[in-house]
């Protein structure tokens, strides 16, 4: 679990998160959404600590990120998993030497351990046959397919994806949507997702916090969010088509 307690930051004069209250669990989809400008990716950085907050706390699973000393955040790190809008893959590797790429920084398993665990991460994600393909010979949805077996390689507590599905078409969208869905409901895996897409937050949005204007204007869940009567979230939401007919559906 992770825990936001009056997180604010600014630059200069200009207030980009205030007073950010939130907690986000395990074994859930956590989204966070809102417009362009809305602080939702200084936001994840204050969590990943990128950044850190002028005020608050964020607590994983008690443990005061901002106020760790510099080995106890390397060790917090080591429970981190993150997937890029790009999937970040490194084009001199193939799939599988990048999924092995964090085992062989951080872990103390044997190669042979390292490559099984490797193996059995693109295995779940269903990309065991592309193991020694280059990322180049990938689609963008096995691309980010790859992407995630490497981010839950060194078994994290903590998933960050920041907008998935960048790039990528509906229906691969939706496939990395259940991926991440599944994962983190299997692995019990506090998972944090910055999205613009509206197909994943009806999808998977088992808990979703709107900000605006660096506040948090709302929080609830997919099936909540259909009848918020909240006016900036419902501008938000249904300039999107896929919410109109949703609602439309619903009534």
Request: aromatic share 6%.
């Amino acid at each position: 679990m992770i825990e936001l307690q009056s997180v604010s930051k600014k630059f200069e004069s200009q207030i980009v998160l205030d007073n950010i209250n939130a907690t986000f669990a395990e074994g859930k989809s956590n989204l966070i959404i809102g417009l362009s400008g809305a602080g939702k990716t200084v936001l994840l950085k204050c969590i990943v600590g990128l950044l850190t907050p002028d005020t608050g706390k964020v607590l994983y699973d008690g443990r005061n990120m901002i106020t760790l000393n510099k080995k106890e955040k390397l060790m917090l790190r080591r429970e981190m998993g993150m997937l890029f809008q790009s999937a970040a893959l490194f084009d001199s590797m193939s799939v599988l030497e990048n999924v092995m790429f964090p085992l062989d920084m951080f872990s103390d398993k044997n190669r042979d351990e390292r490559i099984a665990r490797a193996r059995f991460c693109l295995e779940r994600v269903n990309l065991l046959d592309a193991q020694y393909k280059s990322p180049a010979e990938l689609s963008g949805g096995m691309q980010k397919r790859a992407a995630i077996a490497r981010a839950i390689a060194l078994e994290p507590r903590y998933l960050f994806c920041d907008e998935p599905n960048s790039g990528l078409d509906p229906q691969t969208s939706l496939i990395i949507d259940e991926l991440i869905h599944d994962i983190t409901r299997e692995f019990k895996i506090t998972t944090i997702v910055n999205t613009h897409d509206m197909n994943s937050v009806i999808g998977i949005g088992d808990h979703i916090i709107f900000l605006a204007g660096g506040k948090k204007s709302w929080e609830g869940t997919k099936d909540e969010i259909l009848y918020t009567d909240n006016k900036l979230l419902n501008d938000f939401l249904f300039s999107s088509d896929l919410l109109k007919k949703v609602r439309k559906i619903e009534k």
